[in-house]
């Protein structure tokens, strides 16, 4: 996967779509939607032609960081613009081309998500951990997913694992924070439970701060647990104009 944006605060999760309720999937099929055609806009904007913009994972689970793929004729020049005018689409995430060369934002050290990011992401994509009504009681659906999350994370062992809590705008703040802190909480020490050590978790909650894009801050879709799974070493990125092999 490549990067956009360093993941060095743990704190702040990646804004990945991980919708909390059976609204996800259709609302991650519009956004993405929306992306595949304004990339395809900005890619006849900057003279790519031939070249496409593919919107999923390895897997096929939708995803906000593109393949580029096709204009193998073109020159370095034309293609350093088609990524980066498909970079600075709000809400893409890092851009690849197939043949390898990578989008990175500066050539300040980041850390790389791992493969256990996308696992995890394809099994929220349609279920969601979720909690009783202004609790942080987990539900019992939510236990039986947790066991699979924990399965997805087990080959990431030795990464850092940042669970990010997120309300929807209802009630006071302080009372959000609060509570979607104490959520991240359970959910960690539910992976614990799991096997997965304590050392390499981190959670932390943000309240309504950070609501979907493309959802109202009060809709209940933004009451949500979001993952982040990073290397414990940096990596230098690779910028988006270094040739690849072709």
Same mark, same amino acid.
């Given at each position: 996967m490549s990067i956009r944006a360093p993941l060095v605060m743990l704190a702040g999760a990646m804004a990945t779509g991980l919708a909390g309720y059976a609204l996800a999937e259709p609302m991650a099929a519009d956004f993405i939607d929306r992306l595949e055609t304004q990339s395809a806009?900005? @890619?006849?904007?900057?003279?790519?032609?031939?070249?496409?913009?593919?919107?999923?994972?390895? !897997?096929?689970?939708?995803?906000?960081?593109?393949?580029?793929?096709?204009?193998?004729?073109?020159?370095?020049?034309?293609?350093?613009?088609?990524?980066?005018?498909?970079?600075? @689409?709000?809400?893409?995430?890092?851009?690849?081309?197939?043949?390898?060369?990578?989008?990175?934002?500066?050539?300040?050290?980041?850390?790389?998500?791992?493969?256990?990011?996308?696992?995890?992401?394809?099994?929220?994509?349609?279920?969601?951990?979720?909690?009783?009504?202004?609790?942080?009681?987990?539900?019992?659906?939510?236990?039986?997913?947790?066991?699979?999350?924990?399965?997805?994370?087990?080959?990431?062992?030795?990464?850092? @694992?940042? @669970?990010?809590?997120? !309300?929807?705008?209802?009630?006071?703040?302080?009372?959000?924070?609060?509570?979607?802190?104490?959520?991240a909480r359970v959910v960690r020490q539910a992976l614990i439970e799991r096997g997965i050590p304590r050392d390499g978790l981190r959670a932390s909650g943000v309240g309504s701060s950070q609501p979907v894009e493309g959802l109202a801050p009060s809709d209940p879709a933004n009451r949500r647990i979001e993952f982040s799974v990073i290397r414990t070493e940096p990596l230098r990125p690779t910028p988006v104009d270094t040739p690849g092999a072709r």
């Open positions: 806009a900005a @890619i006849a904007e900057a003279g790519g032609t031939g070249v496409t913009a593919r919107f999923a994972s390895a !897997t096929g689970s939708l995803s906000r960081h593109p393949l580029l793929s096709g204009g193998e004729d073109l020159d370095e020049s034309v293609r350093t613009r088609v990524a980066r005018e498909v970079y600075d @689409i709000p809400g893409v995430g890092g851009v690849t081309w197939s043949d390898g060369t990578v989008r990175a934002e500066s050539d300040e050290p980041t850390y790389q998500p791992l493969h256990c990011q996308e696992d995890v992401e394809g099994l929220l994509r349609t279920r969601s951990i979720r909690f009783e009504e202004g609790s942080s009681a987990l539900l019992p659906s939510s236990r039986k997913l947790l066991n699979e999350v924990a399965d997805a994370l087990r080959p990431c062992l030795g990464s850092i @694992i940042a @669970i990010t809590g997120h !309300t929807d705008k209802a009630g006071t703040e302080p009372g959000n924070l609060a509570l979607s802190m104490e959520r």
